[in-house]
């Protein structure tokens, strides 16, 4: 498969009063056309900033030290706004937590559909109606016609993600960014949301770059997980390797922190709390907070290390003289519950 987005070695800072925030400390990762890449970590940890960062919709005291975002091969860092506004919400359309915040409450739906592809794909008033109903169709909204009419606040929470996503798709875009798209919805909607994201990968092919501070969505979406921290890309791989051979103690973290079945309140918590990007450590950031951290991971920041052709993990427990580490016998019981959910999910056909 080819990228149709290269990412290499990103750096971005932040003006403020208190100095310098090294919020992006070299983040590279390829898209490949067609694949659902989800991006995983805490609050804090940069994924908003990388993907606004690809938009180019940074706020005025942000920095892009250093990096490329090849998109078809052209450098987006280096477009001009003018250009950029061609690939905006045309061939790039992003999607954000909160629906509200796109949509306009004065408009009727139909208008807030059909307007954009009158002025980007020059259609004109009637097949802007036809194509405006045909995605809500697709994104799963009954009585397109009669709804077309109605405003925002006659939609709900879900329906209303609906409306936004079919806005986002309707100038096929080559990918969508979905930034937690499901987070301000209640569970049960969020299942749907999620199913509606998928089905459309599968029937319009778009790449998806989805962000996450929960993995337990992400085994039912996406096909490659990028797991960051503190402005860093920790590990990366499909996701069956990250879910069943995880290799850094920060994704053990957060798979052991996930919510089962069984228990709707996760057990445990990651100890301890993200360094301040204002002055982030020497070595392996993540060491504080790790249980096996040992010498150099406080002194020098380990490198991407070689898992398989498709994983990398950027921990010193992959340096051949490290002790060889099982993951802690907690982790490995939530693996197992876990691996028995993702079998049962993957026989009903992947519907959660
Ligand atoms: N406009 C800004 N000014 C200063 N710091 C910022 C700004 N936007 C984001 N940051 C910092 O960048 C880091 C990454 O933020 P973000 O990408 O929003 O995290 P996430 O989306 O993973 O929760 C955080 O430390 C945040 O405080
Ligand atoms: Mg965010």
Redesign the pocket.
Same mark, same amino acid.
């Given at each position: 498969m080819s990228n149709i987005l290269e990412v290499k070695d990103l750096n971005i800072t932040?003006d !403020?009063y208190a100095g310098k /925030?090294q +919020?992006i400390r070299g983040v590279s990762f390829d898209l490949k056309k067609g694949e659902t890449l989800a991006i995983v970590?805490?609050?804090?940890?940069?994924?908003? /900033? !990388?993907t606004?960062s690809i938009m180019q919709l940074l706020?005025l005291? +942000?920095n892009i030290e250093e990096g490329q975002i090849l998109f078809n091969g052209q450098d987006l860092v280096q477009t001009s706004e003018k250009d950029m506004q061609k690939i905006r919400g045309k061939k790039i359309a992003m999607i954000f937590q909160d629906p509200m915040t796109s949509l306009n409450p004065t408009m009727t739906i139909g208008k807030q559909i059909a307007e954009p592809l009158r002025l980007h794909q020059k259609l004109n008033k009637d097949k802007a109606h036809d194509r405006a109903l045909e995605l809500l169709e697709l994104v799963g909204l009954p009585d397109a016609e009669k709804r077309m009419k109605q405003y925002p606040h006659q939609f709900s929470g879900g329906q209303r993600q609906r409306v936004v996503i079919a806005i986002a798709l309707a100038c096929n875009p080559d990918i969508l960014i979905a930034?937690e798209p499901t987070t301000a919805l209640d569970v049960t909607i969020q299942a749907q949301i999620l199913e509606l994201m998928k089905e459309l990968q599968e029937k319009i092919n778009t790449s998806i770059i989805f962000?996450t501070?929960d993995l337990g969505v992400v085994a039912n979406v996406a096909d490659r997980v990028a797991v960051?921290y503190a402005?860093k890309f920790v590990e990366v791989g499909s996701v069956d390797e990250v879910f069943y051979n995880p290799q850094h103690p920060y994704t053990w973290g957060l798979l052991a922190s996930m919510p089962t079945l069984e228990t709707s309140n996760s057990l445990y918590a990651i100890p301890g709390t993200p360094p301040d990007?204002l002055d982030p450590p020497k070595g392996d950031a993540f060491a504080p907070r790790n249980e096996f951290a040992m010498k150099i991971d406080t002194e020098l920041e380990p490198p991407m290390f070689k898992v398989s052709e498709t994983h990398y993990a950027a921990t010193w427990l992959l340096h051949e003289d490290a002790p060889a580490i099982d993951p802690p016998a907690e982790i490995k019981a939530r693996q197992k519950l876990y691996k028995e959910k993702y079998a049962a999910l993957h026989s009903k056909g992947g519907n959660l």
């Open positions: 932040f !403020t /925030v +919020a970590g805490e609050s804090g940890s940069g994924k908003s /900033v !990388t606004r706020s005291n +942000a930034d962000i501070h960051m402005g990007l």
